[in-house]
């Protein structure tokens, strides 16, 4: 079972070259739970990803793991509890699967310590989980997007990481494939307790999978809880400025949005 | 579970296997260049004397051909090679691109256009020219770093720039060439064209100590520029000090390439073939730091050995690399053409 951390971030703000993106957010990633970022495009979703990932900067506020502020964390200790899979990693030529997923290893090596078994059963695991065992031997340039984004996240698994960031891991997956690497994320919180953030598209999608939303417009944090609590469709007014209405997924339970548009009114739908 | 483990613990020790083999035959080969730079010259000595010789045995002849001009020209060539190599293939690696590289992007034409001003213009000592060499080097580096950084740091607008500043200090040589003094000239071919005659021991000690500290060095964060490759993102996520890394394999590369340029002149392509070269060889498992240092120095010796008596003139070693790199080079070009992507 993964361990309890306290990750907050208070009064954050971040953003490139003077330019705020994310302003004044303060809020805790509940641990052990799947937490969903959502918000229109350019909203600072993927800034508020990587800035608590510490790839970022923050200009103003302070996050902390544990009452540590993070930027006092050692690069590989850090990287032991926080892992994230960045939204376009690059692929090196001709790299194997096996071989890039072992590189998730690497925060538990030193210059004396090389590869161990403990490697060797975190790779196998990491594969089993999402299901990439079977094209270990392949190189990455043959594989479809859906199986190398599993691969992307087998090597964040590897990492063996008690918190997972991820930054829009189902963009331009077919819908079958955002299902399956959803269910397997889900697969991973379940038996694992990890602590799943990440930045999705889909708010329907959001919605069904996550614990906790995260609701952000214009860089500012407008709304957070259970998706039963948050979707609603004065938020989606104004978090997206689209009209809809809220029903219930009749699959999951969870909230669900409709869209109204200009053909499409509630009168004439029905 | 367990069949996923034999699987994988299968598959990493093939690609283990296959890099300690390889690397065991490159090192092999470096050997028997090494024993046949050091047989053939004007006069074929046997295997036995050149051992004798070794050994610190007095052969009449022999003794003076082997330590005075062979074993120098050896050494030149076998730690120029090995710097020439590894530097490049760090570079290529780091930037993730063959391009990328002290050849193209114009470092080692700044240290051959810093040698030729101080001997043209200044007509310095040896030493100076050495020393101005090495800092060529550099400032172009800073130079190119400099320029392509703007708003936002992009590869392909590094090597644009590397290859523009390239074009521009070879004008600067032909330049100089043209106002110099016809007596300077033969010292300032070499600058141009590698080679590695006359070489002589007490002017190696500088490159020898360079590879010998930095090759280390560059071992150590090794494993750091293989995460580099994925990019900047997943390298800090997996907890890697990314310019740190990037600022030591930097330097110590061009600190390497720079001497080597200042031992022996800038030998054409050796830097570029090298890491691709590795590559093939011994797969991309592991960080080839080791394997193409030793293409490198197999690189720089058999055209040494090729150019010195394969053909009825001699050639210096940097003309036969140069044979032997440009249609690389343009078979890359044309594929980066198709890709589309720089």
């Known amino acids: 079972m993964k361990r309890t951390h306290v990750y907050e971030a208070t009064h954050l703000a971040a953003g490139y070259e003077n330019q705020m993106i994310i302003e004044d957010v303060s809020l805790t990633i509940p641990s052990h739970q799947i937490s969903i970022i959502i918000g229109a495009n350019g909203c600072g979703k993927s800034t508020l990803l990587k800035t608590m990932a510490r790839l970022i900067k923050p200009l103003a506020g302070q996050i902390t793991l544990n009452g540590t502020p993070i930027q006092k964390i050692p690069p590989k200790p850090f990287a032991k509890i926080l892992g994230l899979l960045p939204q376009s990693p690059i692929v090196p030529e001709g790299i194997t699967v096996v071989d890039l997923i072992g590189r ?167 | 579970m367990n069949k996923t483990m034999n699987f994988i613990v299968d598959l990493r020790m093939r690609h283990r296997k296959q890099f300690l083999s390889m690397t065991f035959i490159l090192s092999l080969i470096v050997c028997m260049l090494s024993v046949a730079m050091l047989m053939i010259g004007n006069t074929i000595y046997p295997v036995s004397d050149v051992v004798r010789v070794l050994m610190g045995e007095d052969i009449k002849g022999a003794t003076f051909a082997i330590e005075t001009i062979r074993l120098p020209r050896l050494f030149a060539g076998l730690f120029a090679g090995f710097a020439f190599g590894a530097g490049g293939y760090v570079f290529q690696t780091m930037l993730r691109n063959p391009l990328a590289n002290p050849n193209v992007i114009g470092i080692t034409a700044g240290s051959s256009a810093a040698a030729v001003f101080c001997i043209i213009v200044w007509q310095a000592s040896n030493t100076v020219v050495s020393i101005a060499s090495i800092v060529g080097g550099l400032a172009t580096v800073l130079l190119i770093f400099g320029l392509a950084k703007g708003a936002s740091f992009s590869i392909g607008r590094l090597i644009l720039i590397g290859i523009g500043i390239q074009a521009m200090l070879s004008a600067v040589i032909s330049y100089l060439m043209l106002i110099g003094n016809t007596h300077d000239i033969p010292t300032a071919m070499r600058w141009i064209s590698g080679s590695l005659n006359g070489a002589k021991m007490s002017n190696l000690s500088p490159l020898l100590f360079t590879v010998i500290l930095f090759v280390p060095i560059m071992m150590y964060f090794g494993k750091g520029l293989k995460i580099l490759e994925l990019g900047e993102q997943a390298a800090l996520s997996l907890g890697v000090h990314t310019n740190r890394t990037r600022l030591v394999l930097i330097v110590s590369a061009v600190m390497m390439i720079a001497v080597a340029t200042a031992t022996t002149g800038p030998i054409a392509f050796v830097a570029f073939l090298s890491g691709p070269i590795a590559n093939r060889f011994v797969g991309t498992s592991y960080s080839n730091i080791i394997p193409s240092g030793l293409v490198g120095a197999i690189l720089v010796l058999g055209a040494d050995l090729i150019g010195q008596y394969a053909f009825a003139v001699r050639y210096p070693v940097g003309v036969i690399t140069g044979i032997v790199g440009a249609p690389y080079l343009i078979y890359l070009l044309i594929r980066i053409n198709r890709k589309g992507k720089l």
């Open chain 1, 104 to 270: 998730g290893r690497f925060p538990h090596h030193t210059f004396w310590k090389g590869w161990t078994t403990e490697d060797d059963e975190a790779v196998a695991e990491a594969m089993e989980i999402m299901g990439v065992t079977e094209f270990a031997h392949r190189s990455i340039d043959e594989l479809s997007g859906g199986q190398r984004q599993r691969v992307w996240i087998a090597m964040a698994l590897a990492q063996q990481t008690d918190i997972l960031f991820l930054d829009e891991p189902t963009t331009y997956l077919d819908i079958t494939y955002q299902i399956e690497i959803l269910d397997r994320l889900t697969d991973l919180n379940k038996k694992y307790g990890t602590t799943i953030v990440m930045v999705l598209h889909d708010i329907n999608l959001s919605a069904r999978y996550a614990d906790h939303l995260f609701a952000l417009h214009k860089g500012k944090l407008v709304a957070e809880g259970a998706p039963s609590e948050v979707i609603t469709s004065s938020l989606i007014q104004q978090i997206f400025d689209l009209q809809c209405i809220v029903v219930e997924d009749p699959i999951a339970k969870s909230p669900a949005i409709v869209p109204i548009g200009k053909y499409h009114q509630v009168d004439s739908a029905r």
